[in-house]
Nanobody, 122 residues
């Protein structure tokens, strides 16, 4: 059973920080590029960032550059999304996903987590 399980979401004030985690099992992790997407209420799901297999390569959306950082711990089959200087527009359900290639396109991802809610109050 392939699984991606996110955790760490919650309610935070503007300017605050959160760290999301995503732990993978089965075939979802090894050899895959891992990514974060998010979906705000009433909007399409959008790409946030992807991180390479060794953790050395990351690509992120312009909207989060300088505020969000990404890492992975291959020994724990876990990726992390550290979010600083949070804004109300960061409010969304955050999903982790896995793919065999680096991509910002939702359709390129084979495995998805169930999502974790992040709410930033103004």
């Amino acid at each position: 059973q392939v699984q991606l399980v996110e955790s760490g979401g919650g309610l935070v004030q503007t300017g605050g920080s959160l760290r999301l985690s995503c732990t993978a099992s089965g075939d979802a992790y090894s050899g895959n590029f891992m990514a974060w997407f998010r979906q705000a209420p009433g909007k399409e799901r959008e790409f946030v960032a992807t991180i390479g297999q060794s953790g050395g390569s990351t690509y992120s959306a312009d909207s989060v550059k300088g505020r969000f950082t990404f890492s992975r711990d291959n020994a724990k089959h876990t990726i992390y999304l550290r979010m600083n200087s949070l804004k109300p527009e960061d409010t969304a359900v955050y999903y982790c996903a896995a793919s065999r290639k680096v991509s910002g396109i939702e359709g390129d991802y084979d495995y998805w987590g169930q999502g974790t809610q992040v709410t930033v109050s103004s």
